[in-house]
């Protein structure tokens, strides 16, 4: 069955596509149509942290620390706004975390501790604590009301770069998840800071993690052009849940034979295939329903996890889409998905359902398989090295 990258647009009936002046969405012949799509709003970026109203598209504020500014402003590499949309979290290649009152358009907290740019934020449901990861080999779980943090390091071989490219915490707070660029995914205790899931499987550096809504599932993309979704219920369900792994070795962990499964029994559900190049972006919808990735290939496609397979695919940039994100404010009929490219725009896309699917269960159906956050009005756009799509670097 050819991939949907594979078809030419111009030959596909009218009611397999979508497509706008400068746009357009071929969906799947060989599944069932379940969605449209269209383009909603195309806003241009900068290096600064801009704010936009999802719904008029006007620019609300930008957000740009004068002190730094004198020096030239750093690059924003990964924004994320709190659940309640009252703070803006952004983290750059200055090495620092800067928390922002939206309201005000004033820092509320500057986070200083990690010795490498910072690739990826994520904040608890709560809103009490912040995640970030940096090409320094850690992950670090800062509480914002005290300001103190626990370091999740990886430890390695001096010779092996297991730089953090993406986090993720769990629902419930309990749990963090880091993409590298060893191609490990790792689970760790937010309770006690211990590295308690160590998942093989990818052949290339991960560079997106999510979990699903409830928790007992991880999606991860990867630079070997694939997406994958783990079942982590044997984790969670463990009698040794919360005994921590053992690190620094002698043989890298990333050389360990690929198996697409974790070391306490976290196993591959399904392998999504069809991307032509790098997956640099995942999410999850907020009802579980639909993966969504991002790719060097310049497309978005969403995937059914049931399935594994694609759903539709869109093309809407000229460059790497290098973040993705999909509303958490959701209907039951739909929702809105944000873009972010190395083309210097970000895309507003609205998706709605043509006919209700079954409902998704956490744990998609197959068996262990051959193969920007918007909240309230407002969207969150991982601004990487924007110039170029660039991201974080391989030695």
């Given amino acids: ?208 993690v999510s979990f699903t809504p409830h928790g007992e599932g991880l999606v991860s993309g990867s630079l070997d052009n694939t997406l994958k979704y783990w079942d982590l219920s044997p984790l969670l369900r463990s009698a040794n849940r919360t005994v921590p792994l053992s690190q620094s070795g002698s043989v890298p962990s990333g050389q360990q034979p690929v198996t697409s499964q974790g070391e306490k029994g976290s196993t591959c559900s399904v392998a999504f295939s069809g991307h032509k190049d790098y997956v640099l972006s995942v999410a999850v919808s907020p009802d579980g329903a639909w993966v969504v990735s991002g790719s060097k290939d310049r497309g978005v496609q969403f995937w059914d996890p049931r399935t594994g397979l694609a759903q539709l695919k869109l093309q809407g940039h000229r460059n790497s889409v290098i973040s993705i994100d999909v509303s958490p404010v959701a209907s039951s009929s739909g929702g809105l998905l944000a873009s972010g490219s190395g083309d210097w725009t970000a895309r507003v896309w609205s998706y709605n359902r043509v006919k209700r699917p079954p409902p998704s269960s956490e744990v998609p159906g197959p068996q262990p398989a051959t193969t920007v956050q918007t909240t309230l009005d407002r969207t969150r756009l991982r601004n990487r090295d924007s110039r170029d799509g660039a991201q974080p670097s391989k030695k």
């Fill in 1 to 208: 069955m050819a991939a949907l990258t594979d078809l030419d647009a111009e030959l596909v009936p009218p009611e397999l596509k979508s497509e706008g002046s400068d746009w357009f969405a071929i969906f799947n012949p060989q599944a069932e149509r379940t969605l449209d799509i269209k383009l909603s709003l195309s806003l241009t970026h900068e290096r600064t942290a801009q704010i936009y109203d999802v719904k008029t598209g006007a620019k609300i504020c930008i957000l740009s620390d004068e002190t730094v500014s004198k020096n030239g402003d750093p690059y924003i590499r990964s924004v994320c706004f709190s659940p309640d949309g009252k703070l803006l979290a952004t983290g750059a290649d200055d090495r620092r975390i800067t928390i922002w009152d939206i309201a005000s358009r004033t820092i509320r907290q500057i986070f200083s501790g990690h010795r490498g740019e910072i690739y990826s934020l994520d904040f608890s449901r709560d809103g009490r604590v912040l995640v970030s990861g940096s090409g320094d080999k850690t992950a670090r779980v800062w509480n914002l009301e005290t300001g103190a943090h626990q370091t999740l390091s990886i430890l390695e071989p001096d010779n092996v770069d297991a730089g953090v490219t993406s986090v993720a915490i769990s629902p419930n707070g309990q749990l963090v998840a880091t993409g590298s660029l060893d191609t490990i995914v790792r689970i760790w205790d937010v309770g006690t800071g211990n590295l308690i899931e160590r998942i093989h499987g990818h052949l290339d550096s991960v560079y997106s």
